[in-house]
Structure formats: structure tokens, C-alpha cells
């Protein structure tokens, strides 16, 4: 746990009659528990070290407000807080599936308070794979070649745009991959289709030397293209003639 609920009433009811050192210490040793979500375990002298404080003061505190549970110290309102953040965690896990699933949950009128008055309590930090499904994000293994960033940079804009689904994230990454095949750079590519505002990916245009310039035919393979598009279109309009070379 990162977080929990300190109730200073009662904590003061309990050890607010305990000296500076004492307090600290005892501060120190819930800290651990909630840190580590499980009783104090180990030596008295070893419990002591982790709480900055003597032997003699850590095996009074122990005696007064832990209780003894096999191997380790148990502590009664540190269990309930664990619990109870166990709890939401759980209920907060069945929240975003029901809306993965497409279904949307109903709150009872207790969570919806409990929501209101403990918003902050027990605040998980959001991932980067949390966000990415926060935002449409399907996880998609990308290849070494192909950073996050560049990827993301793609996302980002595509999302802008309708038809973004997971099929079609899918096909950019292997137009992106078969691109890269024939030499053209990943991220060119995508800053290519993000300026001329395309939802596809396509081979580098000449424009400048920030894009790769096409390989220059020989004057032979030249001739030989000519040939080829003359004779197709010569077919496509019906009047193909062979040619003798």
C-alpha cells in the first residue's frame, strides 16, 4: 500500500500519550506494516533497527499494541485498512472489466458516498498500460526497430480520426513493416501521413532532404519502364500493338 487512512482520533486515543521517541517509533513500525501488507516479522532487536529506536522501546510497543500471530506481530487496525483497500481494489477491477465487456455497472447509493467522501483513499497511480486502455489503446507488442514513441506519435493522430479499431492498428504496423522492408525510415513514414494528413502509411515522396530521394534508374531501365507502361496502357485502352525490340 502507498496510502491509508490515519484517523487521528483514535490514533491519539491509543498512543497519544506515548513520548516523542516512542511515537516515532510506533509511526515507523506501521508504516512497515502497511508497506510491506503483513504483520512485523523477525527479531525484536531487527524490528527495533527498522524503527529507529532501542529494543527495549520496540518490544514495549509490540507488547501494547501488537499481538503476537505465529512468526510475526500482528496489528488489528492495520489489518482492517489492508482489507479494506484490498476491497476496492477488487471492486475497482470489476468496474473496468464490466466496461471492457461493454456493459456499464450500477453503484449502490453506499458506494457512491463512500466514492464522494474517500475519492483520494487508496489511489492506484495509473500506468502507462492503464492509460493506454483509459484511451482505446489495444496492446500491441511492437518489433525492436520500432520505438514507443514513434509508434505513439502515429497513435495519437490516427485516434484523432474515426476507424482507429484494432484491426486497423494492426494493418499500419504492417504497412509499417513491409515500408521499412523496402528502406523507407519507420518515423518518416509516420511524419509523411501526419503532414500530408493521411489515415494510411505509404512509401516516402522527394520532398527535401528529410525524406529518403528515390533510387535513380539506369537510362536502360529508364527505356524499359517507358515500354511497360506504354504497352499497358496501350492494353487498358484496347489498342495494344506489340512492340519488336
Known sequence: MHYYSHHIGDFL??????????????????????????PLTGEVEDIAFDAGTTPEIARQLLRRFFVRDGDGWAHVRCDKEIAKYHGKAEKAKKSADARWNGAKPKRTQCERNANASDS??????????????????????????????????????????????????????GSLTRLRAAGHDPRLVIEQSIERGYTGLFPLKPNGANH??????????????????????DAIDGTFTPIDR
Do not use: V
Not at 123 to 139: E, M, V, Y
Not at 146 to 157: I, R, Y
Not at 212 to 233: E, I, K, T, W
Open 13 to 38: 486515543t491509543d498512543a497519544g500519550s506515548l513520548p516523542n521517541e516512542s511515537l516515532g517509533a510506533y509511526m515507523r513500525m506501521l508504516w512497515r506494516y502497511y508497506a510491506d501488507e503483513s
Open 120 to 173: 483520494d483513499a487508496n489511489q492506484q497511480p495509473i500506468t502507462n498500460k492503464k492509460q493506454d486502455q483509459k484511451q482505446g489503446r489495444a496492446p500491441l507488442a511492437l518489433p525492436e526497430w520500432l520505438s514507443a514513441e514513434t509508434w505513439g506519435m502515429w497513435h495519437d493522430f490516427r485516434n484523432s480520426r474515426k476507424g482507429w479499431t484494432a484491426k486497423a492498428r494492426a494493418l499500419s504496423l
Open 212 to 233: 529518403h530521394a528515390a533510387p535513380r534508374l539506369s537510362l536502360a531501365d529508364q527505356a524499359a519502364a517507358f515500354h511497360a507502361n506504354r504497352d499497358r496502357d
